[in-house]
């Protein structure tokens, strides 16, 4: 990911995708659980299964998947479930207005789980 300026990798097998690594993934389920990721399989810690889209779908398309599933890369498969490329946010902003990107930013980074929970022990109490 670092030599190829990267963020997601998609994983085949026999030129059929069967998951995707994203940096999110590495951080999250193997580094900040203590492994050694030089050590693991892909298959540990990436995402599956993938959501895509094909050839044929439209950029529309591709946005409100990113948005409805908070992701930031789509893999582009054939019907027959041949890897074929990859979109990122990135492709899609450079087609959008500012607006139009900014919005679709929100969407697709902020998570929709309450940051704070109301919590009555930590309340302080008035005497």
């Known amino acids: ?9 998609p994983v085949t ?5 069967i998951g995707i690594i994203t940096d999110r993934d590495i951080a999250c ?25 094909t050839p044929d779908d439209t950029l529309e398309r591709a946005a409100e998947l990113m948005a409805e599933n908070q992701i930031h890369h789509l893999p582009v498969i054939t019907v027959e ?20 990107f900014g919005q679709m930013a929100r969407l697709t980074s902020i998570r929709n789980r309450p940051i704070y929970v109301d919590n009555e022990s930590l309340r302080k109490l008035d005497h």
Request: hydrophobic share 45%; with cysteine.
């Open 29 to 53: 389920r193997a580094v900040a659980n203590g492994n050694d990721v030089s050590d693991l399989p892909a298959s540990q810690f990436m995402t599956s299964p993938v959501i895509a889209v």
């Open 13 to 17: 097998r026999n030129g059929e995708l």
């Open 1 to 9: 990911m670092s030599a190829h300026d990267c963020a997601a990798i």
């Open 81 to 100: 479930g041949v890897l074929v490329g990859m979109v990122a946010q990135s492709d899609l902003g450079r087609r959008m207005t500012n607006r139009e």
